[in-house]
């Protein structure tokens, strides 16, 4: 007889069983969802005071959107301004240099690429996704710092030209890897279709393949945007930590996230001070979920619609 003959003790055996993973699983996903809102009702909590606290509101809302950030003294000002420049131009840096990058080095990979060259090139890189922070952040402190002062004769050592450049470390591989699986999930057929035009391979790439899987690209360069965006330990070794409001690139800056890695552990609990670096934390939670959420919702919505021809 069969060992995998179906009778009614083995299929009330199986259900059960599939009763029960499916039970786990369920829990497993609601305890990680949990999790997620815990930390967000927390942090939400922490900074509800700058808003509903009568004293609190009052040390910190009338500072709030000055250029001035000197949490520490007889005159406390809790200004985000220079946090929010900083972030933006270390961000910028980095996305000029991460997304071209990526997105070649994608499309080579799935265009031009011989398959052993891309079996080697694509976990490489996927590996470099996950480098420590903290290795980049001293290869920038230490190499990339004085390579950039000498090439820009920067007043600055530590600016945040430095730290943009560190940070497209980081948000390379991220880009790299979804654009080149959106480049990889183009079907051949429409590459054939070209080449049967008499297009030439560069021709194909340019002009249908990328085209083709342009969501999935802007999906990654949203990721690679939001990781820069959350960087902390490469801002905090490679900018110079000074929260000046310029838009120069070789001045040094302070971040959102640099801010909060740098301060929270002096902090006193309770103090305004406390409360406005959880607010920072509820910023870059929400810019967070919204990126993840347009590249989940609608980017993929949107390529999934592409290749059903819909």
Known sequence: MN???????VNQRAKAVDQVMRGVITTLALVSFSFIFLILLFTFKEAKDVFFDAETRQ???????????????ENPKYGIVPLLIGTLKTTLIA???????????????????????????KPVVELLAGFPSVVIGFFAL????????????????LNALVGGVAISFSAIPIIF???EDALSSVPKSIQEASYGLGATQWETAFYITLPAAYPGIFAGALLGFGRAVGETMIVLMATGNAPISSWTLTDSARTLTATIGAEMAEVVFGDPHYNVLFLI????FL???????????????????????S
């Not at 060992?3 to 003790?9: D, G």
């Not at 040390?59 to 003294?73: E, G, I, K, M």
């Not at 230490?142 to 007043?155: D, H, I, K, P, R």
């Open 287 to 309: 810019f967070a979920l919204l990126l993840n959420s347009i590249a989940e919702f609608y980017i993929k919505a949107k390529l999934m619609r592409k290749f059903r021809g």
């Open 3 to 9: 060992k995998f003959s179906s009778t009614p003790a």
């Open 59 to 73: 040390a910190v809302l009338p500072t709030l959107l000055s250029t001035n950030w000197q949490p520490v003294s």
């Open 177 to 179: 890897t979804i654009a």
């Open 142 to 157: 230490f190499v990339l710092a004085g390579a950039l002062q000498t090439l820009t004769g920067a007043e600055f050592r």
């Open 95 to 121: 996305m000029v240099i991460a997304i071209p990058v990526g997105v070649l080095a994608a499309l080579y990979t799935a265009c031009f690429a011989p398959i052993w060259l891309r079996e080697i090139i």
């Open 281 to 284: 934390g509820v910023v870059l």
